[in-house]
C-alpha cells in the first residue's frame, strides 16, 4: 500500500521496487546511501525519479501513532507542510518533494544538496577564524529571518543548519510552529542554538559573529536577548550537565 498524502508522485514511480523490497528500510537501503538509523527512523539519500532527494522513513513507534499516520497526521506531514510554509515565506530550507503513507510508516523526500555539511560537522572537521566567524554570522541571519517571518524552528541545534555552497538551510521541520514576529519570539530556538556553542567551546567572539547579526537584522539590543534567553538556557544547561557532565564553556 502507498498512499500519497502531500506533492509529486515519486513515491509511485518507485512503487514496483518498493512492493518487492521486505519493507521501506529494505527499499531505501537498495536505492540510496543510508546516512543514519535509530529504532523509529531512517535517512537515506537517493536519486528518485532523476532527482537528488533526502529520503526519511518513520516506523510507527505504537498502535496509537499507527492510528496517527492512517488519518493523515504525524511528524512527517508536519515537517512537509512546514517545509512549503517557509519556502512560501522565502526561507531557505530544502523544498518538499513528496510526503506518503505506506504498510509500514511514512515516507518524508524533500530535496538534497551534494556535497552538503550541517554546521556541526563543519565545526567538528576544522575551519578557519574567518570562516567560521562567516558561519556563525550567518546561521544568525538565517535564524533572525525565520523569526521575523514569523516562524519558530523548534530544535535549532547546530546539526538542523545545512550549509551547501553559499547557502545555508534550515532542515529537521518538523517542530516549527507559527508566531507573531514580536521581539520576544525565537527565544528557545536562541537559548537552543546557544547550548550548542557553548558545549562545542565556541569562542566568544565568533558567538558574537551570531548573535550580533541576528540582534542587528531583528532590531533588538543584543543585551535584551541575552536576558530574554537565560532562564530557558539555565533549564538547558542543568538538563545537559545530568545527561553528558561539565563540558564547554558558558558564554551570556
Not at 560537522?121 to 570562516?131: F, H
Not at 541545534?157 to 508566531?179: C, I, P, Q
Not at 521581539?183 to 536562541?190: C, E, H, K, Q, T
Amino acid at each position: 500500500m502507498i498512499r500519497l498524502l502531500r506533492g509529486e508522485d515519486i513515491v509511485g514511480l518507485g512503487s514496483a521496487g518498493l512492493a518487492n523490497a521486505e519493507g521501506t528500510q529494505a527499499w531505501l537501503e537498495s536505492v540510496g546511501e543510508v546516512v543514519k538509523r535509530d529504532r523509529h527512523s531512517m535517512v537515506a539519500l537517493a536519486n528518485l525519479d532523476g532527482r537528488f532527494s533526502y529520503c526519511k522513513y518513520y516506523r510507527p513507534k505504537g498502535m496509537l501513532q499507527r492510528l496517527q499516520f492512517r488519518f493523515g497526521g504525524g511528524r512527517a506531514v508536519a515537517a512537509f507542510d512546514s517545509a512549503q510554509a517557509l519556502v512560501s515565506a522565502g526561507i531557505e530550507v530544502p523544498s518538499p518533494r513528496a510526503c506518503a503513507l505506506l504498510e509500514d510508516g511514512m515516507l518524508l523526500v524533500t530535496e538534497a544538496f551534494e556535497e552538503a555539511s550541517d554546521l556541526k560537522s563543519l565545526w567538528q572537521a576544522g575551519q578557519s577564524e574567518d570562516r567560521l566567524a562567516q558561519l556563525m554570522a550567518h546561521a544568525g541571519a538565517v535564524l533572525a529571518s525565520l523569526h521575523e517571518a514569523g516562524f519558530s524552528h523548534g530544535d535549532a541545534k547546530w546539526s538542523n543548519f545545512l550549509v551547501a555552497g553559499t547557502a545555508m538551510y534550515l532542515v529537521d521541520l518538523e517542530a516549527v510552529l507559527t508566531s507573531a514576529p514580536a521581539a520576544s519570539s525565537g527565544v528557545r530556538d536562541i537559548a537552543r542554538f546557544t547550548l550548542n556553542a557553548e558545549d562545542m567551546g565556541l569562542a566568544p567572539e565568533h558567538f558574537s559573529a551570531f548573535l550580533d547579526v541576528y540582534a542587528e537584522d531583528r532590531s533588538i539590543p543584543r543585551c535584551d536577548i541575552e536576558v530574554r534567553i537565560q532562564p530557558l538556557l539555565s533549564k538547558l544547561r542543568a538538563r545537559h550537565m545530568t545527561k553528558y557532565g561539565a563540558r564547554g564553556h558558558p558564554l551570556v
